[in-house]
């Protein structure tokens, strides 16, 4: 048991006021002016206590301060209910404990440890640390008085206006007024939910710094990334490293993400996909710019829109691809210059493009081609249609010229067709029948078993045709046509072309890597 010295022993006058004298010495100069320690930051110092004595059991130099305490040091004051102070360096105080550093930085706890070697006083109970509008409320801080450093290492809430912060380690710099957290980091707001691994939050600038894996959810999207920053008050962001917007129909990926939630403005850089997951169809590139307004994205550099149709994707590439979506049933991409597109039974090129996937229609424009098996098909303009699990038709407009190459071993001859607009017809990949609406002309190769017996060259107004695994099958023509028929022995194969042909399989995408080729 402690035995304290009793300052006021009735039974002892005389060694009760010489005792009180030393006492009156004692207070007085550790409260103004201990000449052995005058102001050194090495020691603690006692404004004030309501009662002062010696506890003989825990040292030569320790005293137990009861009742209003009050201890500074390096700035920092220190008051409690009680305490007790070891050789004027190290203070341990219970009850009601303030830590008041300047102007602005307050702790409160149940008790408190200060060393002034170390300068760090550790809080226990019900610790708070508020600054301003912040306030962090933990069961254990440690604060740095010299740098005003608060710590805590067995989680934490931090309230600052609509935002509350939990995490299970913190660290508070009252100077850059910056926080850092680690391990289940959660930040709540009533617009949004971010959780990480490790963040970092600046309370000036209202910033999150991201560091680790990181998701930020909202009524609209969410959000991930492993590093990044979001600017809580404004709402703009940007992200990196696994980067990744996720809405109820799409996603956007990138390099690096730059985000503005209130005008629902999205920029990607470097190894972009938009991924519609409604319509199975993806836009890669690498620069992308995206509105939630509309769903709409602009993507270029390297751009390459795919969709999968029937176990099959097509891959289309362009300069610029625009991929909008106004309301739940219309979509629709458009493509600018040097514009290609493969499928493994379609393929083609032109300078500009549209495809209105709620119509199921593919418009080709400026100097269009299309190739199907041993097929190629021009026009000024060509439209295909799609349906839900193929290519079921197209449309040629104004010079329309369809071109089938009868034997891939034979370089040479070639079924020509032509016509002011033609339909075409594809089944299982093949091209079936075609209709021909004005100055319709054809020439094909007669093919009897295996060998060639003639040509047939026929003008007429209109004209339909159908096509077997040989060519031409069979045709019917209409108003006065004009035919003639060549025996082969009688044909140059370079003279049977029309004024329009031109072979370009040079230019045909071969596999999907060349609809990147200029």
């Known amino acids: 048991m402690n035995k304290l010295i009793n300052l006021a022993n009735p039974h002892n006058l005389r060694t009760s006021f010489i005792l009180f004298g030393l006492l009156f010495i004692s207070i007085t100069s550790l409260s103004q002016t201990n000449p052995k320690k005058p102001q050194d930051s090495k020691y603690i110092k006692i404004n004030h206590a309501g009662r002062l004595a010696f506890d003989k059991s825990l040292g030569i130099d320790a005293k137990r301060l009861i009742g209003d305490v009050e201890c500074e040091h390096e700035g920092a004051i220190m008051r409690c209910d009680s305490a007790y102070l070891y050789n004027d360096k190290k203070l341990q105080a219970f009850g009601?404990?303030?830590?008041?550093?300047?102007?602005?930085?307050?702790?409160?706890?149940?008790?408190?440890?200060?060393?002034?070697?170390?300068?760090?006083?550790?809080?226990?109970?019900?610790?708070?640390?508020?600054?301003?509008?912040?306030?962090?409320?933990?069961?254990?801080?440690?604060?740095?008085?010299?740098?005003?450093?608060?710590?805590?290492?067995?989680?934490?809430?931090?309230?600052?206006?609509?935002?509350?912060?939990?995490?299970?380690?913190?660290?508070?710099?009252?100077?850059?007024?910056?926080?850092?957290?680690?391990?289940?980091?959660?930040?709540?707001?009533?617009?949004?939910?971010?959780m990480s691994d490790t963040l970092r939050y600046n309370t000036i600038n209202k910033t999150c710094y991201f560091m680790g894996p990181s998701y930020i959810t909202s009524k609209e999207n969410s959000i991930y990334c492993e590093?990044?920053?979001?600017?809580?008050?404004?709402?703009?962001?940007?992200?990196?490293?696994?980067?990744?917007?996720?809405?109820?129909?799409?996603?956007?990926?990138?390099?690096?993400?730059?985000?503005?939630?209130?005008?629902?403005?999205?920029?990607?850089?470097?190894?972009?996909?938009?991924?519609d997951t409604t319509n199975k169809s993806f836009i890669v590139g690498n620069f992308a710019?995206?509105?939630?307004?509309?769903?709409?994205?602009?993507?270029?550099?390297?751009?390459?829109?795919?969709?999968?149709?029937?176990?099959?994707?097509?891959?289309?590439?362009?300069?610029?691809?625009?991929?909008?979506?106004?309301?739940?049933?219309?979509?629709?991409?458009?493509?600018?210059?040097?514009?290609?597109?493969?499928?493994?039974?379609?393929?083609?090129?032109?300078?500009?493009?549209?495809?209105?996937?709620?119509?199921?229609?593919?418009?080709l424009y400026n100097s269009p081609i299309l190739w199907t098996n041993n097929g190629q098909v021009t026009a000024k303009q060509i439209n295909i249609i799609?349906?839900?699990?193929?290519?079921?038709?197209?449309?040629?407009?104004?010079?329309?010229?369809?071109?089938?190459?009868?034997?891939?071993?034979?370089?040479?001859?070639?079924?020509?067709?032509?016509?002011?607009?033609?339909?075409?017809?594809?089944?299982?990949?093949?091209?079936?029948?075609?209709?021909?609406?004005?100055?319709?002309?054809?020439?094909?190769?007669?093919?009897?078993?295996?060998?060639?017996?003639g040509v047939n060259k026929t003008l007429c107004s209109d004209l339909s045709v159908w096509f077997n695994s040989d060519g031409v099958d069979r045709a019917t023509y209409r108003n006065k046509p004009e035919s003639i028929i060549y025996p082969l022995k009688e044909v140059n194969d370079t003279e049977m072309r029309m004024k329009n042909f031109v072979w370009m399989e040079n230019k045909r995408p071969k596999k999907k890597d060349d609809i990147l080729i200029r």
């Open 289 to 363: 710019e995206h509105f939630e307004k509309g769903n709409r994205a602009i993507v270029s550099k390297q751009a390459i829109y795919g969709r999968v149709i029937e176990k099959d994707t097509l891959f289309l590439s362009a300069d610029t691809l625009f991929y909008d979506e106004p309301d739940s049933t219309h979509t629709f991409v458009k493509a600018y210059r040097h514009v290609k597109f493969f499928k493994k039974d379609l393929q083609g090129m032109c300078d500009s493009m549209g495809y209105y996937m709620h119509d199921s229609i593919m418009k």
């Open 227 to 275: 590093n990044g920053w979001y600017d809580t008050e404004n709402e703009i962001s940007r992200f990196s490293k696994n980067a990744m917007i996720v809405t109820k129909d799409q996603k956007l990926l990138g390099d690096s993400i730059f985000y503005d939630r209130k005008r629902g403005y999205g920029r990607a850089i470097k190894n972009v996909r938009i991924i």
């Open 386 to 453: 799609t349906g839900q699990n193929s290519i079921k038709s197209f449309e040629l407009n104004s010079n329309a010229l369809v071109i089938q190459k009868c034997d891939s071993l034979d370089e040479h001859k070639f079924n020509q067709i032509s016509g002011r607009r033609i339909e075409g017809f594809i089944v299982e990949d093949t091209i079936r029948k075609l209709n021909v609406i004005g100055n319709a002309q054809i020439i094909y190769y007669i093919k009897q078993k295996e060998d060639y017996k």
């Open 96 to 194: 009601h404990i303030s830590i008041i550093k300047g102007d602005s930085i307050f702790l409160y706890g149940d008790s408190l440890r200060y060393d002034a070697n170390t300068k760090l006083a550790h809080l226990k109970g019900n610790v708070r640390c508020i600054e301003k509008e912040m306030t962090l409320t933990t069961n254990i801080l440690i604060y740095d008085v010299a740098n005003s450093v608060a710590s805590y290492y067995d989680g934490g809430v931090i309230v600052n206006k609509e935002n509350t912060l939990t995490s299970k380690n913190g660290h508070y710099y009252s100077t850059s007024k910056d926080l850092t957290f680690h391990y289940d980091v959660v930040l709540t707001n009533p617009d949004y939910k971010v």
